[in-house]
């Protein structure tokens, strides 16, 4: 069965700096994909970023980039020049590839609070 | 503009009265997916539906049940909730391939009295 580890319940940065997101997984599975879901304050969860697991090359959005380490079976969240707006629940989540459907295994979430 | 609406936003029932939440798409898609989740737990599928085809998850409880009558409607029955199914209950849309994005609601918050 696949597992999502998020060890970090809470962080805080301050506006402008950068914080890494941690995020560890586990499947039995060779090709697959990561992601990044962020869930705002009432408001609907967002996809953030995603990885192929058959790329070596990290993925980056703008300000969002990743750390996947395939054999460690790591896969962080880099947020650079951090705003407020990027308050938010961060999800990390996986998914088989090939499959007809995106069915999401979920970490516990980290919280994140970006402070002025 | 919502592309993903779940109605209501926040749901109180009373222990062991039935009660319905609902989901409806505007981006045709044809995954139609259910997420409980719970305090400070990860978001759990429920179940999901590929165009007509349900498929549950293993460790879905059997007081969970879902209707999806056409393409923009999805519906999550709980026959007989009890204190133990207040949660967040998400619903989720995609377009049918596991590299695509998934679009969430946000989401019907249930309180069971």
């Known amino acids: 069965a696949q597992t999502v580890t998020q060890s970090q319940p809470e962080m805080s940065v301050q506006e402008a700096e950068t914080v890494t997101l941690s995020c560890t997984y586990d499947?039995?599975?060779?090709?697959?994909?990561l992601f990044w879901y962020k869930q705002p304050p009432s408001r609907q969860m967002i996809l953030v970023i995603r990885?192929?697991?058959?790329?070596?090359q990290n993925a980056t959005e703008n300000r969002f980039s990743v750390n996947f380490q395939k054999a460690a079976k790591s896969f962080s969240l880099k947020i650079s020049d951090s705003q407020l707006g990027d308050t938010a629940m961060y999800f990390c989540?996986?998914?088989?590839?090939?499959?007809?459907?995106?069915?999401?295994?979920f970490g516990t979430g980290t919280l994140l609070a970006v402070q002025p | 503009d919502a592309m993903v609406i779940q109605n209501p936003r926040y749901q109180v029932t009373q222990f062991g009265k039935p009660v319905t939440l609902s989901c409806s798409q505007t981006?045709?898609?044809?995954?139609m997916y259910w997420y409980q989740q719970k305090s400070s737990q990860a978001p759990k599928l429920l179940f999901h539906?590929?165009?007509?085809?349900?498929?549950n998850e293993a460790d879905t409880p059997d007081n969970f049940q879902s209707r999806r009558p056409n393409t923009s409607f999805c519906f999550l029955d709980i026959r007989s909730p009890g204190l133990g199914d207040a949660a967040m209950y998400l619903c989720?849309?995609?377009?049918?391939?596991?590299?695509?994005?998934?679009?969430f609601g946000q989401g019907t918050r249930l309180t069971v009295v």
């Open positions: 989720a849309t995609s377009r049918g391939a596991v590299d695509t994005e998934a679009f």
């Open positions: 989540a996986s998914a088989n590839y090939g499959g007809a459907t995106n069915k999401l295994i």
């Open positions: 499947t039995s599975e060779n090709n697959y994909y």
């Open positions: 981006l045709n898609h044809n995954v």
């Open positions: 539906y590929y165009d007509k085809d349900f498929n």
């Open positions: 990885q192929e697991a058959y790329k070596q």
